[in-house]
């Protein structure tokens, strides 16, 4: 039987330490394509805190005929990814390597010079690993040149119920959060944002969405469901489908956090507030929401799909009518200071973030990520938009990518 190794990779820094440790669902699909029909060693190595040595050491062990990694295009990640890679090929020069994930989307050209793989996934990869394990053929799909490197376009899988979900992993280092993968696909069109030209939007059905649910909390004590995806209500009756479902079941006393667009999720809750609400009402749920700024023209800058009556001049008033009406809590997650952001307009969201805050001190948090230094990546927009400029002079001292501060402080430090 072959021998494949499916790797989730860790952060080159020493002094790397992550505030929360996320399950790599997204692999899941993969690995259950693989498993059937392979020996398939799947490995966190964020969980378990591996070094690169700390891999390669176990790789020596399981000596895989296949090696696959899925990569982000960040410095420490690539780094620690090239390390495996080529330790790997002088312990055994026949082995195969395979590398996909966001990098590998979004930063081909660049993923493939940096780590020279044998292969490289473009794309979902639950289609390929589908015919890739008929006969361990790599090459089962069309291909086009990068120097050495073997370039597969792998096309969207259409139907998410087919999407295996199984975990043979306890959920205990994730400190019992799940991250099923019930959406894929965004509407957005985030100039910062390496998805945005995915858009191609699918959900899992309302009924393997609850079985997966109920799975993970029968079976993994699963105590927090967060969904993979951008948007999950992005097609607010599909959402709202699934809502009804868990409700039908009598799914309840799990917390929820739920990554959305606050227009998406308003329209969602306007189909059918009483589903919904019962939803609430039975339930620990969280919305976590990107709120890049108040301002209509800093959104259509970073390029929201904004128009003079959806959200971007009523944010505000969506968020009071949300937090006035239902048992929920907001967490504004995601705060953008772009090259562009004008003092006023950095004033006039922490005026509006700090009101929020004081009239819904246990309903409306600000925590999470202010980002003062955008990633120019290859497929993403920002470069045509901003081009070399990346930061923004009057917010020069702020921490970039700074997770679980108080952002609304942070940010009034600055305003003085």
Not at 2 to 17: G, T
Not at 100 to 118: Q, R, Y
Not at 298 to 317: E, F, M, S, T
Not at 332 to 345: M, W
């Amino acid at each position: 039987m072959k021998r494949i190794a499916l790797i989730y990779p860790n952060n080159n820094k020493s002094d790397y330490k992550p505030n929360k440790i996320y399950e790599p669902s997204g692999l899941l699909g993969i690995y259950n394509i693989l498993k059937k029909n392979s020996n398939c060693l799947f490995i966190d190595c964020v969980k378990d805190k591996y070094t690169s040595s700390d891999l390669v050491d176990i790789l020596k062990q399981f000596n895989p005929d296949f090696l696959l990694l899925s990569v982000h295009d960040v410095r420490e990640i690539i780094e620690f990814t090239k390390n495996v890679i080529d330790s790997m090929r002088i312990f055994n020069p026949n082995i195969l390597i395979i590398v996909g994930g966001p990098g590998a989307i979004h930063g081909t050209v660049k993923i493939a010079n940096l780590l020279n793989p044998d292969y490289l996934i473009k794309g979902e990869g639950e289609n390929y690993f589908s015919e890739f394990i008929k006969n361990f053929n790599p090459e089962c799909m069309e291909y086009e040149m990068v120097d050495s490197v073997k370039i597969i376009n792998s096309k969207y899988p259409e139907n998410m119920d087919d999407i295996g979900y199984e975990r043979d992993y306890s959920l205990k280092k994730y400190e019992y959060m799940a991250m099923p993968n019930l959406q894929r696909g965004c509407a957005g069109n985030c100039i910062y944002c390496t998805g945005c030209g995915y858009t191609k939007i699918r959900y899992k059905s309302p009924t393997i969405a609850a079985n997966e649910i109920e799975y993970l909390r029968d079976v993994h004590s699963a105590e927090c469901i967060m969904p993979l995806g951008p948007d999950f209500t992005v097609i607010p009756k599909n959402a709202l489908e699934i809502i009804r479902e868990l409700n039908k079941r009598g799914v309840s006393n799990l917390k929820y956090i739920f990554v959305t667009r606050l227009d998406s999720l308003c329209k969602s809750i306007a189909l059918n507030e009483k589903e919904w609400e019962h939803f609430f009402n039975n339930n620990t749920v969280t919305f976590q929401i990107g709120i890049e700024s108040f301002s209509k023209e800093k959104l259509v800058r970073l390029g929201k799909y904004i128009n003079d009556n959806q959200y971007a001049d009523i944010q505000y008033n969506l968020l009071e009518g949300l937090l006035d009406k239902y048992n929920i809590i907001i967490n504004a997650y995601f705060i953008l200071i772009d090259p562009l952001s004008t003092k006023e307009e950095i004033i006039g969201d922490i005026n509006l973030i700090d009101i929020l805050l004081e009239k819904y001190p246990s309903k409306f948090i600000v925590t999470g990520k202010i980002i003062n230094y955008l990633e120019l990546y290859e497929n993403t927009r920002a470069i045509e938009q901003f081009g070399d400029s990346k930061t923004n002079d009057f917010m020069n001292g702020l921490v970039q990518y700074a997770d679980e501060i108080n952002s609304s402080r942070v940010l009034k430090e600055n305003k003085k």
